[in-house]
């Protein structure tokens, strides 16, 4: 499976209340194109969706906040995981898209298999967390046990390299601030 077709399962198991932080690339295009607008699309933010997310989980106690990040997003990122994992926002959900790739900039590969992520998760002492690869039979299960648990949550999936040829986010990065400030406070 493609992190393209986890977005997609992922349409009906959102709600109207749930913020989802999208890290930049093809991950934000995939979460423009498929589900419910506005998002938090981050562009030109390598690194940046979990501290981004932290901060809106905090701000926000009443909204769910789903992180879809990369892994070479999350391993630019990771002392903002270590600092989200000590604060365990139980309304912020993680879900990483481990394809071992910079897709986004051309395929150069990440080092994301130099750890062991199932390890590296259990070693945060986190609520909910699993590692695996994703696949069609338990994608729905998964997804549904990771958005559904009442606490910080981390879904590492294992994905395949690919990509839908999808159009650039036509808004500017001030129009999306302004969509998600009006789509929060109202």
Do not use: C
């Amino acid at each position: 499976m493609k992190g393209f077709d986890v977005i997609t399962e992922m349409k009906d198991l959102i709600t109207d209340n749930d913020i989802i932080v999208s890290s930049n690339g093809n991950i934000s295009r995939e979460v423009y194109h498929l589900l419910p607008k506005p998002q938090v699309y981050l562009r030109g933010s390598m690194g940046l969706p979990i501290s981004v997310g932290l901060g809106l989980a905090l701000a926000n106690p009443d909204k769910k906040i789903i992180v879809i990040t990369g892994d070479g997003n999350f391993l630019m990122g990771l002392g903002s995981f270590v600092t989200t994992a000590f604060y365990k926002p139980k309304n912020l959900k993680i879900l990483i898209l481990d394809n071992s790739s910079y897709f986004t900039t051309g395929g150069q590969q990440t080092v994301s298999s130099a750890i062991v992520f199932s390890n590296f998760l259990e070693s945060f002492k986190i609520g909910f967390t699993a590692s695996k690869i994703a696949s069609k039979d338990d994608l729905r299960k998964d997804l549904t046990e990771f958005l559904s648990a009442e606490t910080f949550s981390v879904l590492h999936l294992i994905t395949e390299v690919g990509k839908e040829n999808l159009e650039n986010i036509p808004w500017h990065p001030e129009k999306i601030s302004e969509k998600i400030i009006a789509r929060i406070t109202k």
